[in-house]
């Protein structure tokens, strides 16, 4: 049974757009909402975080819209880049971290 | 100088070995993964360690062992390798345990392919 739900698996987007990857969750006990990105051959690290308490964190071009009641949250990137291109997983933590399923993100130039 | 380093990167092997594959960390942290990502991607967290203590087992089978010599190390093996055991691994760490939320430093994986 997966805790947290993310989609879509992949993504193209133009350089310059807007990408936008969903998370949904069930546990309401998730305290901690974590975007890892990581790139062909290397291991996942950290994007962006945000707690419950908030309902937007942005850090550059990356944004976390977080929605308690909806139980859901999604990464917003804008105007992406080719360097953007990677594989993105939100996760979701309480007494230990559920991953999502992973979103391939391809930006063209 | 790399945080969380495991080697080997790259691990090809017959059904039925045993291989194993260690971790080494620098940041000081107190809490040690082995993550398991599989062909999909996923990523599943196998053990956590705290301080040398066996803190997360999850549903692995008993062929996987885990071993933590200290902190900064956390070693995998596993015995009678089976085809569905490819897959990449990853070594992780954190400063605090992830009931806290704290950030998780990966290493770059170990890819182990069963012939």
């Known amino acids: 049974q997966q805790q947290v739900k993310q989609s879509p698996q992949s993504l193209i987007v133009q350089k310059g757009g807007i990408s936008i990857i969903n998370c949904a969750y069930e546990n309401t006990a998730f305290d901690y909402f974590p975007w890892y990105q990581q790139f062909p051959g290397k291991g996942p690290a950290l994007l962006i975080a945000i707690r419950p308490d908030v309902s937007e964190k942005k850090e550059g071009r990356f944004t976390i819209s977080f929605n308690k009641s909806a139980k859901q949250f999604s990464l917003h990137i804008m105007d992406s880049q080719p360097g953007d291109s990677a594989t993105y997983f939100c996760?979701?933590?309480?007494?230990?971290?559920?991953f999502g399923s992973g979103t391939k993100l391809n930006v063209k130039p | 100088d790399t945080a969380v380093s495991q080697t080997p990167k790259y691990l090809v092997t017959q059904m039925g070995n045993d291989k194993s594959i260690k971790c080494e960390q620098n940041?000081?942290?107190?809490?040690m993964y082995w993550y398991k990502q599989d062909s999909k991607k996923f990523l599943k967290i196998m053990f956590s360690y705290n301080n040398k203590e066996l803190i997360i087992n999850e549903t692995v089978p008993n062929r996987f062992s885990p071993k933590s010599p200290d902190k900064a190390h956390l070693n995998l093996h596993i015995n009678s390798l089976e085809l569905g055991d490819s897959a990449v691994y990853f070594c992780?760490?954190?400063?605090?345990?992830?009931?806290?939320?704290?950030?998780?430093?990966f290493g770059e994986g170990s890819r182990l392919t069963v012939l």
């Open positions: 996760a979701a933590s309480f007494n230990k971290f559920y």
């Open positions: 992780a760490s954190s400063q605090e345990g992830q009931g806290v939320g704290g950030e998780l430093f």
């Open positions: 940041l000081g942290h107190d809490t």
